[in-house]
Protein backbone atom coordinates (compact mmCIF):
# COMPACT_ATOMS: atom_id res chain seq x y z
CA UNK A 1 0.00 0.00 0.00
CA UNK A 2 2.58 2.17 1.01
CA UNK A 3 4.83 1.95 -2.61
CA UNK A 4 1.30 2.57 -4.22
CA UNK A 5 1.00 5.83 -2.47
CA UNK A 6 4.68 6.37 -3.43
CA UNK A 7 3.90 5.93 -6.79
CA UNK A 8 1.17 7.74 -6.77
CA UNK A 9 3.38 10.94 -5.46
CA UNK A 10 5.88 10.38 -7.99
CA UNK A 11 3.11 10.40 -10.77
CA UNK A 12 1.54 13.47 -9.36
CA UNK A 13 4.79 15.26 -9.01
CA UNK A 14 5.88 14.68 -12.77
CA UNK A 15 2.70 15.67 -13.61
CA UNK A 16 3.69 18.91 -11.97
CA UNK A 17 7.03 19.10 -13.85
CA UNK A 18 5.15 18.47 -16.79
CA UNK A 19 2.80 21.12 -16.55
CA UNK A 20 5.65 24.09 -15.08
CA UNK A 21 7.68 22.83 -18.45
CA UNK A 22 4.62 23.46 -21.12
CA UNK A 23 3.74 26.36 -19.56
CA UNK A 24 7.56 27.96 -19.45
CA UNK A 25 7.52 27.38 -23.20
CA UNK A 26 5.44 30.15 -23.87
CA UNK A 27 6.61 32.28 -21.11
CA UNK A 28 10.07 31.46 -19.65
CA UNK A 29 9.72 33.28 -16.90
CA UNK A 30 6.99 31.05 -15.04
CA UNK A 31 9.44 28.45 -14.15
CA UNK A 32 12.00 30.67 -12.33
CA UNK A 33 12.38 29.75 -8.82
CA UNK A 34 11.31 32.73 -7.51
CA UNK A 35 8.10 32.86 -9.19
CA UNK A 36 7.93 29.01 -8.04
CA UNK A 37 7.94 30.17 -4.76
CA UNK A 38 4.94 33.06 -5.27
CA UNK A 39 3.05 30.74 -6.62
CA UNK A 40 3.76 28.37 -3.09
CA UNK A 41 2.55 31.29 -1.57
CA UNK A 42 -0.16 31.76 -3.31
CA UNK A 43 -1.52 27.86 -2.77
CA UNK A 44 -0.26 28.33 1.38
CA UNK A 45 -3.57 28.78 2.34
CA UNK A 46 -5.03 26.11 0.22
CA UNK A 47 -2.11 23.44 1.49
CA UNK A 48 -3.07 24.13 5.15
CA UNK A 49 -7.18 23.65 4.24
CA UNK A 50 -6.14 20.35 2.16
CA UNK A 51 -4.15 18.74 5.67
CA UNK A 52 -6.67 19.22 7.86
CA UNK A 53 -9.59 17.68 5.10
CA UNK A 54 -6.89 15.09 4.85
CA UNK A 55 -6.98 14.32 8.67
CA UNK A 56 -10.92 14.12 8.30
CA UNK A 57 -11.16 12.03 5.07
CA UNK A 58 -8.85 9.54 6.58
CA UNK A 59 -11.34 8.79 9.13
CA UNK A 60 -13.95 7.84 6.16
CA UNK A 61 -15.62 11.43 7.40
CA UNK A 62 -15.33 14.79 5.08
CA UNK A 63 -16.01 18.39 6.51
CA UNK A 64 -17.77 20.34 3.24
CA UNK A 65 -18.28 23.42 6.24
CA UNK A 66 -14.35 24.48 5.82
CA UNK A 67 -15.17 27.41 3.50
CA UNK A 68 -17.76 28.77 5.66
CA UNK A 69 -15.75 28.04 8.93
CA UNK A 70 -13.53 30.03 7.23
CA UNK A 71 -15.47 33.30 6.33
CA UNK A 72 -16.92 32.92 10.15
CA UNK A 73 -13.64 33.47 11.25
CA UNK A 74 -12.13 35.95 9.23
CA UNK A 75 -15.01 37.90 9.66
CA UNK A 76 -14.85 37.63 13.16
CA UNK A 77 -11.07 38.74 13.44
CA UNK A 78 -11.64 41.00 10.93
CA UNK A 79 -14.20 42.99 12.88
CA UNK A 80 -12.58 42.90 15.91
CA UNK A 81 -9.74 44.31 14.32
CA UNK A 82 -11.55 47.27 13.11
CA UNK A 83 -13.36 47.90 16.11
CA UNK A 84 -10.16 47.55 18.25
CA UNK A 85 -7.03 47.45 16.14
CA UNK A 86 -4.92 47.90 19.37
CA UNK A 87 -5.01 43.75 20.03
CA UNK A 88 -1.98 42.43 18.95
CA UNK A 89 -1.92 40.75 15.61
CA UNK A 90 -0.67 37.60 17.22
CA UNK A 91 -3.65 37.65 19.82
CA UNK A 92 -6.23 37.49 16.39
CA UNK A 93 -4.12 34.70 15.16
CA UNK A 94 -4.59 32.42 18.36
CA UNK A 95 -8.48 33.83 18.35
CA UNK A 96 -8.98 33.06 14.58
CA UNK A 97 -7.56 29.15 15.38
CA UNK A 98 -9.35 28.72 18.68
CA UNK A 99 -12.71 30.15 16.77
CA UNK A 100 -12.06 27.67 13.97
CA UNK A 101 -11.18 24.46 16.28
CA UNK A 102 -14.72 25.19 17.93
CA UNK A 103 -16.69 24.74 14.87
CA UNK A 104 -14.84 22.00 13.91
CA UNK A 105 -15.46 20.61 16.96
CA UNK A 106 -19.10 20.97 16.94
CA UNK A 107 -18.88 19.02 13.94
CA UNK A 108 -17.04 16.23 15.61
CA UNK A 109 -19.77 16.08 18.43
CA UNK A 110 -22.71 15.49 16.05
CA UNK A 111 -20.72 12.91 14.19
CA UNK A 112 -19.22 11.10 17.54
CA UNK A 113 -22.03 11.66 20.17
CA UNK A 114 -25.40 11.63 17.81
CA UNK A 115 -23.76 8.88 15.33
CA UNK A 116 -25.24 11.58 12.09
CA UNK A 117 -23.37 10.81 8.82
CA UNK A 118 -20.50 13.12 8.68
CA UNK A 119 -21.48 14.71 5.12
CA UNK A 120 -24.50 15.11 6.46
CA UNK A 121 -23.53 17.29 9.25
CA UNK A 122 -21.30 19.15 7.41
CA UNK A 123 -23.82 20.35 4.72
CA UNK A 124 -25.70 21.29 7.14
CA UNK A 125 -22.89 23.55 9.47
CA UNK A 126 -21.92 24.99 6.07
CA UNK A 127 -24.95 26.67 5.73
CA UNK A 128 -25.44 27.75 9.45
CA UNK A 129 -22.03 28.82 9.55
CA UNK A 130 -22.05 31.10 6.50
CA UNK A 131 -25.81 32.34 8.00
CA UNK A 132 -23.65 33.09 10.89
CA UNK A 133 -21.59 34.99 8.97
CA UNK A 134 -24.06 37.24 7.85
CA UNK A 135 -25.62 37.41 11.19
CA UNK A 136 -22.11 38.45 12.80
CA UNK A 137 -21.78 41.23 9.91
CA UNK A 138 -24.93 42.20 8.90
CA UNK A 139 -24.11 41.82 5.59
CA UNK A 140 -21.64 44.18 5.71
CA UNK A 141 -18.23 44.17 4.20
CA UNK A 142 -14.48 44.47 6.27
CA UNK A 143 -12.48 46.72 3.97
CA UNK A 144 -8.56 47.23 4.01
CA UNK A 145 -9.14 50.91 5.27
CA UNK A 146 -11.26 49.73 8.20
CA UNK A 147 -8.35 47.10 8.79
CA UNK A 148 -4.76 48.55 10.88
CA UNK A 149 -1.29 47.91 8.98
CA UNK A 150 -0.23 45.02 11.15
CA UNK A 151 -3.32 42.65 10.00
CA UNK A 152 -2.52 43.41 6.93
CA UNK A 153 1.47 43.27 7.41
CA UNK A 154 2.11 39.82 9.06
CA UNK A 155 1.51 37.24 6.28
CA UNK A 156 3.81 39.88 3.78
CA UNK A 157 6.18 39.99 6.46
CA UNK A 158 9.27 38.50 5.24
CA UNK A 159 11.39 36.03 7.12
CA UNK A 160 14.58 34.22 4.83
CA UNK A 161 13.53 35.73 1.98
CA UNK A 162 9.84 33.81 2.56
CA UNK A 163 6.36 36.06 3.43
CA UNK A 164 4.98 34.69 6.39
CA UNK A 165 2.45 32.87 4.67
CA UNK A 166 4.58 30.48 3.73
CA UNK A 167 6.19 29.60 6.78
CA UNK A 168 3.00 29.10 8.21
CA UNK A 169 2.42 26.48 4.87
CA UNK A 170 5.84 24.87 5.79
CA UNK A 171 4.91 25.08 9.40
CA UNK A 172 1.62 23.19 8.88
CA UNK A 173 3.35 20.81 6.76
CA UNK A 174 6.26 19.54 9.29
CA UNK A 175 3.39 19.59 11.92
CA UNK A 176 0.50 17.61 9.79
CA UNK A 177 3.68 14.95 8.78
CA UNK A 178 4.97 14.71 12.73
CA UNK A 179 1.42 13.91 13.69
CA UNK A 180 0.78 11.54 10.79
CA UNK A 181 3.92 9.64 11.23
CA UNK A 182 5.42 9.79 14.28
CA UNK A 183 2.47 9.93 17.22
CA UNK A 184 -0.15 7.32 17.96
CA UNK A 185 -3.18 9.57 17.09
CA UNK A 186 -2.17 9.41 13.61
CA UNK A 187 -1.82 5.59 13.42
CA UNK A 188 -4.90 5.85 15.29
CA UNK A 189 -6.44 7.93 12.44
CA UNK A 190 -5.48 5.82 9.51
CA UNK A 191 -6.63 2.46 11.35
CA UNK A 192 -9.99 4.31 11.95
CA UNK A 193 -10.26 4.39 8.30
CA UNK A 194 -8.96 1.50 7.29
CA UNK A 195 -11.04 -0.86 9.35
CA UNK A 196 -13.17 0.66 12.36
CA UNK A 197 -14.39 -2.18 13.52
CA UNK A 198 -10.69 -3.70 14.01
CA UNK A 199 -10.11 -0.69 15.40
CA UNK A 200 -12.48 -0.84 18.59
CA UNK A 201 -11.13 -4.17 19.20
CA UNK A 202 -7.42 -2.99 19.18
CA UNK A 203 -8.52 -0.42 21.70
CA UNK A 204 -9.23 2.72 19.65
CA UNK A 205 -12.09 4.82 19.99
CA UNK A 206 -13.05 5.53 16.85
CA UNK A 207 -15.78 8.51 17.75
CA UNK A 208 -12.90 10.28 19.61
CA UNK A 209 -10.56 10.05 17.06
CA UNK A 210 -12.92 11.31 14.20
CA UNK A 211 -13.70 14.46 16.88
CA UNK A 212 -10.20 15.00 17.09
CA UNK A 213 -10.04 14.77 12.72
CA UNK A 214 -12.11 17.52 12.94
CA UNK A 215 -11.14 19.19 15.79
CA UNK A 216 -7.50 19.56 13.32
CA UNK A 217 -9.72 20.76 10.57
CA UNK A 218 -11.57 23.44 11.77
CA UNK A 219 -8.36 24.72 13.86
CA UNK A 220 -6.79 24.74 10.14
CA UNK A 221 -10.07 26.13 8.80
CA UNK A 222 -9.86 28.85 11.56
CA UNK A 223 -6.14 29.86 10.68
CA UNK A 224 -6.93 29.98 7.30
CA UNK A 225 -9.98 32.57 7.77
CA UNK A 226 -7.69 34.77 9.03
CA UNK A 227 -4.84 34.69 6.74
CA UNK A 228 -7.36 35.18 4.07
CA UNK A 229 -8.82 37.96 5.15
CA UNK A 230 -5.18 39.76 5.80
CA UNK A 231 -3.62 38.80 2.30
CA UNK A 232 -7.01 39.36 0.29
CA UNK A 233 -7.83 42.71 3.09
CA UNK A 234 -11.48 41.92 2.68
CA UNK A 235 -13.91 39.96 5.12
CA UNK A 236 -17.73 39.52 3.69
CA UNK A 237 -19.99 36.43 3.71
CA UNK A 238 -18.96 35.42 0.01
CA UNK A 239 -15.82 34.59 1.45
CA UNK A 240 -14.39 31.32 -0.13
CA UNK A 241 -18.20 30.73 -1.04
CA UNK A 242 -17.60 26.93 -2.71
CA UNK A 243 -14.06 26.49 -1.54
CA UNK A 244 -14.71 23.53 0.10
CA UNK A 245 -14.97 21.67 -3.57
CA UNK A 246 -11.22 22.82 -4.36
CA UNK A 247 -9.74 21.67 -0.88
CA UNK A 248 -11.46 18.06 -1.49
CA UNK A 249 -10.48 18.00 -4.97
CA UNK A 250 -6.73 19.38 -3.62
CA UNK A 251 -7.48 15.78 -1.47
CA UNK A 252 -8.56 13.46 -4.36
CA UNK A 253 -6.01 14.42 -6.88
CA UNK A 254 -3.13 14.22 -3.93
CA UNK A 255 -4.07 10.53 -3.33
CA UNK A 256 -6.24 10.79 -0.59
CA UNK A 257 -8.28 7.74 -0.66
CA UNK A 258 -12.55 9.01 -0.07
CA UNK A 259 -13.19 5.50 1.42
CA UNK A 260 -10.45 6.27 4.08
CA UNK A 261 -6.90 4.86 5.26
CA UNK A 262 -5.23 5.56 2.32
CA UNK A 263 -3.09 8.73 1.59
CA UNK A 264 0.03 11.09 2.95
CA UNK A 265 0.79 14.77 3.71
CA UNK A 266 2.96 14.46 0.79
CA UNK A 267 0.02 13.88 -1.46
CA UNK A 268 -2.13 16.32 0.06
CA UNK A 269 0.45 18.70 -0.86
CA UNK A 270 1.09 17.97 -3.74
CA UNK A 271 -2.59 18.18 -4.80
CA UNK A 272 -2.98 21.08 -3.46
CA UNK A 273 0.09 22.51 -5.42
CA UNK A 274 -1.22 20.79 -8.61
CA UNK A 275 -4.54 22.81 -8.51
CA UNK A 276 -2.29 26.37 -7.47
CA UNK A 277 -0.09 25.83 -10.51
CA UNK A 278 -3.15 25.52 -12.80
CA UNK A 279 -4.61 28.35 -11.38
CA UNK A 280 -1.50 30.68 -11.87
CA UNK A 281 -0.48 29.21 -14.99
CA UNK A 282 -3.58 29.67 -17.01
CA UNK A 283 -4.27 32.66 -16.75
CA UNK A 284 -0.80 33.58 -17.97
CA UNK A 285 -0.92 31.49 -21.22
CA UNK A 286 -4.86 33.56 -21.55
CA UNK A 287 -6.53 30.46 -21.03
CA UNK A 288 -10.60 30.24 -19.68
CA UNK A 289 -10.86 29.97 -16.05
CA UNK A 290 -14.10 27.25 -17.54
CA UNK A 291 -10.64 25.68 -18.89
CA UNK A 292 -9.17 25.41 -15.38
CA UNK A 293 -12.45 23.89 -14.19
CA UNK A 294 -12.54 21.17 -16.94
CA UNK A 295 -8.98 20.35 -16.59
CA UNK A 296 -9.13 20.23 -12.49
CA UNK A 297 -12.50 18.27 -13.22
CA UNK A 298 -10.68 15.70 -15.01
CA UNK A 299 -7.70 15.54 -12.42
CA UNK A 300 -10.32 14.79 -9.85
CA UNK A 301 -12.11 11.60 -12.25
CA UNK A 302 -8.53 10.19 -12.89
CA UNK A 303 -7.41 10.25 -9.34
CA UNK A 304 -11.12 8.89 -8.08
CA UNK A 305 -10.47 6.20 -11.32
CA UNK A 306 -6.34 5.25 -9.59
CA UNK A 307 -7.82 5.24 -6.32
CA UNK A 308 -10.43 2.69 -6.96
CA UNK A 309 -8.07 0.37 -9.23
CA UNK A 310 -5.29 0.07 -6.35
CA UNK A 311 -8.30 -0.53 -4.06
CA UNK A 312 -9.73 -3.35 -5.85
CA UNK A 313 -8.86 -6.97 -4.24
CA UNK A 314 -6.28 -9.00 -5.80
CA UNK A 315 -6.94 -12.01 -7.03
CA UNK A 316 -9.83 -14.05 -7.85
CA UNK A 317 -13.34 -13.95 -5.94
CA UNK A 318 -14.21 -17.78 -5.43
CA UNK A 319 -17.23 -17.54 -3.40
CA UNK A 320 -20.37 -15.20 -4.54
CA UNK A 321 -22.84 -13.78 -2.29
CA UNK A 322 -25.89 -16.49 -4.01
CA UNK A 323 -28.41 -14.72 -6.24
CA UNK A 324 -32.17 -14.57 -4.91
Do not use: H
Amino acid sequence: MKALAKQREIWLLAAIALLVALVAVRFPAFARPQNLLTVFNDTSILIILALGQMAVILTRSIDLSMASNLAFTGMAVAMTNAAFPEIPVLFLLLMATVIGTVLGAFNGLLVWLLGIPPIVVTLGTLTVYRGATFVLSGGAWVNADQMSPGFIALPRAEFFGLPMLSWLGIAAITFFYVLMTRTALGRSIYAAGINPVASIYAGINVGRTQFIAFCLSGMMAGLSGYLWVSRYVIASVEVANGYELTIVAACVIGGISIAGGIGSVTGAVLGALFLGIIGNALPVIDISPFWQMAISGTAIILAVALNARGERPKGRIILRKAES
